[in-house]
């Protein structure tokens, strides 16, 4: 539900023919934070769990279960982590398959590998890499703070969903905010697969970026939000 919304939503303003044809960057902001609002929705029941770097971020946190009464260890690390690849790629098929005429009609590649993955304004691996980073430290650091009861726990998935949108607007210009490896290692396979007309490479030389930048900011936001108190006994 996260990238079926999320993609659909840059295929709307990317690809050509669309209604929402150059609808613009908050227009995405925007669209992605209400995908995510739906995806953690329908995910209640595992914890909300949609992105690989929050699973390991709340393992790095000092969590002892996922969910209602799943043990965090390495078999349950694993198998959401394996779920939540297998459910950006799904999703990322039927955006396809919804735009699926848009995908033909648009004469630029590059605006169809965008509707799956991310892909930097400047391409500069480090700096790609510094700003992947802040951005889900951000976004852990604070969802951390959610569940630690910093908000009122009736308001569900909407305090996340501005989250998302608050990191598009302010953080998310130099690379796209993948902000979630599944989120963008998935559909990048798709894009890979699918038989999209004219669709190009999959730019897997930045790749690892969207991988790599999200997960270290999880972890060091998992360890920074640990009370210091406990840890020095």
């Not at 993609?7 to 925007?30: D, E, H, P, R, T």
């Not at 995510?36 to 949609?50: K, P, Q, T």
């Not at 098929?93 to 965008?114: R, S, T």
Request: glycine share 16%; aromatic share 10%; charged share 5%.
């Amino acid at each position: 539900m996260l990238v079926l919304l999320g993609c659909g939503v840059v295929a709307n303003v990317a690809l050509a023919k669309n209604k929402g044809f150059g609808g613009g960057f908050l227009m995405v902001n925007i669209g992605w934070g209400l995908a995510v609002f739906a995806g953690v929705i329908v995910s209640y029941a595992s914890g909300a769990h949609l992105n690989p770097a929050v699973t390991l971020g709340l393992v790095a946190n000092g969590a002892t279960e996922f969910g209602s009464g799943v043990p965090v260890n390495v078999v349950s690390v694993l198998t959401y982590i394996a779920a939540q690849m297998v459910g950006a790629f799904i999703g990322a098929v039927f955006c396809w398959l919804a735009y699926k005429q848009h995908f033909d009609a648009e004469p630029e590649a590059a605006n169809k590998l965008g509707v799956f993955s991310t892909g930097p304004a400047i391409r500069s691996y480090g700096w790609n890499l510094v700003t992947e980073i802040i951005g889900t430290f951000v976004l852990v650091f604070v969802i951390i703070g959610f569940t630690n009861g910093g908000t009122p726990a009736e308001l569900g998935a909407i305090p996340v969903a501005f989250l998302v949108i608050a990191i598009g607007a302010s953080l998310g210009g130099p690379t796209g905010y993948a902000i979630n490896p599944a989120r963008d290692l998935a559909p990048r396979i798709a894009h890979a697969v699918l038989p999209i007309k004219g669709k190009g490479g999959s730019d897997w030389s930045y790749s690892w970026v969207p991988v790599v930048g999200p997960i270290i900011g999880g972890v060091l936001a998992g360890l920074a939000a640990t009370p210091l108190l406990p840890i020095l006994g």
